[in-house]
């Protein structure tokens, strides 16, 4: 900073800004690998390409845990590292306010409990992240992220059908088909 007359305020910030969008890139593409079903792969770049001890925000750390709880369940069938994950990002208090990942994580631990057949558990955590996703949506009045939001509806809905309750399983599938339509 001295040999260029800038000062240091401005180079650091620049060394911020250039972690925290690298970071952002990774979340991004572990997001396109989840949804093409590349768990293994997004698993390995979170683990290979985020130092979660240079991750600044709450809510990037979050995200990470989030992610890897995901990939653990989907990539390598770990239910108990999934929870794991899942109940990090749900134990954050950093901010009390609530947001999608805490629902996203939410959803999660109900798949979780879902594939390892305890379904009276399951139904808990997706009643809960439908809850938690009707207060967000009506905290916020809109959410710029509806593929995330569809995702918890298809969870939730794709568990309803599975333990028999056929009308809430079309009634999330409705409300999932109308958020990507609102938001289109």
Known sequence: A???????????GYA????????????????????????????????NEIDIKK????YERKKYYY?????TLAGH???????YYFNLVLSDKSDSKLDLIDVLATNGIGIAY?????????LTYYEKSLVQLDELIEDLGEINDSAEITIIYFNSAKFYSHIGNYEKAVNLCTLGITCLLYTS
């Open 2 to 12: 001295n040999r260029l007359n800038i000062e240091f305020s401005e180079l650091s």
């Open 55 to 58: 991750v600044e925000t709450a």
């Open 114 to 122: 879902e594939l390892e057949d305890e379904l009276d558990k399951a």
């Open 16 to 47: 911020l800004t250039s972690v925290n969008s690298q970071t952002s890139r990774i979340f991004n593409k572990v997001k396109q690998l989840c949804a093409a079903y590349q768990h293994e792969e997004a698993y390995a770049l979170l683990k």
């Open 67 to 71: 992610y890897l709880g995901l990939t």
């Open 77 to 83: 069938h770990n239910f108990i590292d999934a929870h």
